[in-house]
């Protein structure tokens, strides 16, 4: 069964960081552009950040460029958001995605691949200020 289970979401002030983690189970992550996604009650599913299979490229909302972080260790077959400088606006679920087909920017702005994509269940982001 292909599974994808994020990770380290939580309560945070104003100006602090979190670290994300979506761990892959039953399939390898490196075949597959990843990406993370946030939802905030009343608003659009937005993404955040995702990374290419093929080249490594990663692609950042403008809303969070220069903030975030995304890497992947393959070999842990887990992929990480790093999050600095939190803005309440910044509250919402996050999930990450793992697509075969489109490139980073594709999955980010356009969204993934509806028949193929594997999704996470989230993990909440609450910052407080």
């Known amino acids: 069964q292909l599974q994808l289970v994020e990770s380290g979401g939580g309560l945070v002030q104003s100006g602090g960081s979190l670290r994300l983690s979506c761990a892959a189970s039953?399939?390898?992550?490196?075949?597959?552009?990843i990406g993370w996604f946030r939802k905030a009650p009343g608003k659009e599913r937005e993404g955040v950040s995702c990374v290419s299979s093929s080249d490594g490229s990663a692609y950042y909302g403008d809303s969070v460029k220069g903030r975030f972080t995304i890497s992947r260790d393959n070999a842990a077959n887990t992929v990480y958001l790093q999050m600095t400088g939190l803005k309440p606006e910044d509250t919402a679920v996050y999930y990450c995605?793992?697509?075969?087909?489109?490139?980073?920017?594709?999955?980010?702005?356009?969204?993934?691949?509806?028949?193929?994509?594997?999704w996470g269940l989230g993990t909440e982001v609450t910052v407080s200020s």
């Open positions: 995605a793992a697509d075969p087909i489109v490139n980073a920017k594709h999955m980010c702005v356009v969204g993934p691949t509806p028949t193929v994509t594997v």
């Open positions: 039953g399939f390898t992550l490196d075949k597959y552009g």
